[in-house]
């Protein structure tokens, strides 16, 4: 390696890897900013402009576009017409081209004028990138800081070999490939005509939902999911099933209030329950339903603590998620070696929802946060401060539960869920039968309005107290007067809670 051709927005340990690259005999190609930047540390630096004949133009918008820059890179040293074209021009190859581009993501993401944004659009950068991606069989281009120490270590052994330069030209494609994504994302954004994903995998998993299916973890490389940023402490590698449950469990207990549990299976609560401790919270959850909670996932939106672990503890569970944990609950957990435990973030603020169909994508907004109670309509007596602090609870339970849904709660804690079900009356009677007597007293509520009043009859008989659903219904007024018959609250929210 003799000469590399050096451009970057991110300056991150550029001076002492350029440096290394001129102890090793390397000339420094670069313009602008970066050529500055290593000038000022004392690194010799060859000036793009020396190279071409022609200064920067268009306020630098026009830099390294030239046949003088471009032909170095896409040479092909072994075919006898590309050694000619050089010769005749007097051009040098490039072996090296260190590229990372304008900052557009995190412009766009600061709020930038239209403007601002465009000016932050790279060409000649991704330019760069390409064309050393294209010539990786004699070019070695490097699109981020982390890979300068594979650089540095190629070239004490003897030179980059013919595997790390399609590693990096794989992932300077990639690159490129997720800049214009970001770019085209931004210009639609009001539109939607056009969307386009930059995935990279992230981790292989064992399998998919069934043994028989392969399964990996794609998401964007900026990610900022909340299993990116959690630790797992202990316990087997996450599968598929586990990750598709845990972010269920995750994102239902960080809509709970504080000091809240959760606990799921197959994405659906067995119990939520909330407490004046987590141990009560977790107790109380795991009430709901111990049968289905076996094997299940447990979620807290507080810390985990020795109490809390010891209950924990005593069941068998697949996963427990905490933002959290005590050492001496890390130490109780412990023995249950293939019991995985992650002390992760709250869920971001991503909004997105993707699920595919046949060769297609279904791309929705992710349903948000339950509404206010206080936004809801009474359609018959006004619940009590008790039965309106449960309806919040259940409204919001039920709006993370497969439909149809109906969730019973009874003093801040689940006592029967109805997931899944075909009929919205067979959902109730699910939720009934799991919640036996503890439905005297209770509260109910609905993902999507009843339509009939047999729903309503069914609940008012064993007790329910209040009802809160969507409304909607043509036969709305058959349910009102169900539920005035029975002297049920019933609240309407005006939002339906689907979830498929």
Partial sequence: MTRALISVSDKTDLKPFAAQLVDAGVEIVSSGGTAAHLEEAGIPVTRVSAVTGAGEMLGGRVKTLHPRIHGGILADPDRSDHRADLDDRGIETFQLVVVNLYPFESTVASGADHATAVENIDIGGPTLIRAAAKNHAWVAVVVAPDRYPDIVEAIASGGTTAELRLDLAREAFFRTARYDAAIVNWL????????????????????????????RLYAPDDSDGWWVHAEQIQGKEMSFNNYADADAAWRLVNDLPATSAAVLKHMNACGAATGNSMYQAFTKAWECDPLSAFGGVVALN???????????ASFFVEIVLAPSITEGAAEILSSKKNLRVLIAPGPSSHATDVRTIDDGYLVQERDGTPSDSQQWVVKTREPTDGERADLEFAWVVCAHTKSNAIVIVKDGAAVGVGAGDQSRVGAAERALAKAGNRAAGAVCASDAFFPFRDGPDALAAAGITAIVEPGGSVRDGEVTEAATEHDVALLFTGQRHFKH
Avoid: C
């Fill in 188 to 215: 639609e954004a009001d539109d939607g005509e056009r969307r386009v994903l930059a995935l990279r995998k992230w981790h292989d998993l064992r399998y998919g939902e069934n043994p028989q299916q392969a399964a």
């Fill in 302 to 312: 507080g810390e985990l603590d020795t109490e809390t672990a010891e209950a924990i």
